[in-house]
């Protein structure tokens, strides 16, 4: 069988010059701003050409791009490659949210290949309506305007999947020092959510958690230090904390040893390579900090594409949803209690 994989990011702006229009883009997202169109319209115009000048200054602090597409790429290249020797035949196609390639374009490539299944796989490992949930919605909106009615699988979560787990520990123990684990602090930092989007029944928050508490049981590390927080809040709104940036400070003033581990990225992009990379650990540095040290985003580490072929190898053959944990009732916003 012919099986296409559809990996979602976010996307980013591949210039400068498209920084005002990808935002735009993210802003008017009903998943990200949940007000009618009419009005969300000129409210994501507003914002983002308020934000652009900001933005430019950190996308000019990577060359002027975003390299999420050149990330995704490797990862699709890993995860075809790691299949190879599977009886059906596998091949990914990139679809971003907020800029190109974008999924309209991309079904069209989709439609060529003329798969008989089609795997969803969102490269976010916790399951937020605002990430994964808007591109999956998009792209089945997509396929009922091109008459695409291909068996389709979706991978919606893997928090906890085992090698997701093991490609993270491995790289934490890589940057740890054991003789001076009294002096650090493990700082996982995640992408933020407002407070709303939890309380509306987003399982985000309680599916970093969960990743975290595997990581540190994986670690077993005893006595060891770590705070999980939350990063790049945008806007007037209430977020879930504490935050990164504060944390950080904290920590700094105390003297320690900072290991941050962006626990809810699986590729480099402007919130590892400058918010982590150059905003807190220059925030550390002048706070105190005797150490910052930052452990890179797994992207094709061999125990994460493993981790992404074991998903999509239970997709395949599994039900409609395929995830690595089983939301709890009170999260109504998942997929899998949805069955969006």
């Known amino acids: 069988m012919k099986k296409a994989i559809i990996l979602f990011n976010l996307g980013g702006p591949d210039s400068l010059d498209a920084v005002q229009p990808f935002l735009f883009n993210l802003f008017n997202d009903p998943a990200i701003i949940s007000l009618p169109g009419v009005i969300r319209y000129p409210l994501a115009k507003f914002i983002s050409k308020r934000r652009t000048p900001v933005a430019k200054a950190i996308y000019a602090e990577m060359g002027g791009r975003s390299p999420i597409l050149e990330e995704t790429q490797i990862q699709a290249d890993a995860i075809e490659k790691t299949l190879e020797q599977e009886s059906?035949?596998?091949?990914?196609?990139?679809?971003?949210?907020?800029?190109?390639?974008r999924a309209v374009d991309v079904i069209k490539k989709v439609k060529e290949y003329n798969p008989q299944q089609i795997i969803l796989l969102p490269l976010y490992p916790q399951y937020s309506n605002a990430t994964s949930?808007?591109?999956?919605?998009?792209?089945?909106?997509?396929?009922?305007?091109?008459?695409?009615?291909?068996?389709?699988k979706i991978i919606c979560c893997y928090p906890t999947e085992k090698n997701f787990i093991l490609a993270y520990a491995n790289l934490i123990k890589d940057k740890i020092n054991l003789e001076n684990l009294p002096e650090t602090t493990l700082i996982f930092s995640a992408h933020g959510l407002p407070e709303n989007k939890i309380k509306q029944g987003d399982p985000y928050q309680w599916q970093v958690e969960s990743t975290v508490a595997h990581?540190?049981?994986?670690?077993?590390?005893?006595?060891?230090?770590?705070?999980?927080?939350?990063?790049?809040?945008?806007?007037?709104?209430?977020?879930?904390?504490?935050?990164?940036?504060?944390?950080?400070?904290?920590?700094?003033?105390?003297?320690?040893?900072?290991?941050?581990?962006?626990?809810?990225?699986?590729?480099?992009?402007?919130?590892?390579?400058?918010?982590?990379?150059?905003?807190?650990?220059?925030?550390?540095?002048?706070?105190?900090?005797?150490?910052?040290?930052?452990?890179?985003?797994?992207?094709?580490?061999?125990?994460?594409?493993?981790?992404?072929?074991?998903?999509?190898?239970?997709?395949?053959?599994?039900?409609?949803?395929?995830?690595?944990?089983?939301?709890?009732?009170?999260?109504?916003?998942?997929?899998?209690?949805?069955n969006i």
């Open 133 to 152: 949930g808007s591109s999956i919605k998009e792209w089945s909106n997509v396929c009922k305007k091109e008459n695409l009615n291909t068996e389709t």
């Open 215 to 338: 990581l540190v049981k994986k670690l077993s590390i005893k006595n060891l230090n770590y705070i999980l927080s939350y990063q790049s809040r945008v806007g007037p709104l209430k977020w879930i904390g504490p935050s990164t940036e504060t944390v950080i400070k904290e920590e700094a003033k105390k003297q320690k040893i900072i290991i941050v581990v962006p626990v809810a990225f699986v590729s480099e992009h402007s919130e590892t390579l400058v918010e982590l990379d150059i905003e807190y650990k220059k925030l550390a540095e002048q706070n105190g900090s005797k150490n910052y040290i930052r452990v890179p985003a797994v992207t094709a580490n061999q125990d994460f594409i493993n981790s992404l072929k074991s998903s999509i190898l239970l997709a395949s053959n599994g039900k409609l949803f395929t995830s690595s944990i089983r939301c709890l009732e009170k999260f109504r916003k998942c997929p899998r209690l949805q």
């Open 88 to 101: 059906d035949e596998y091949k990914c196609f990139i679809v971003m949210r907020c800029w190109n390639p």
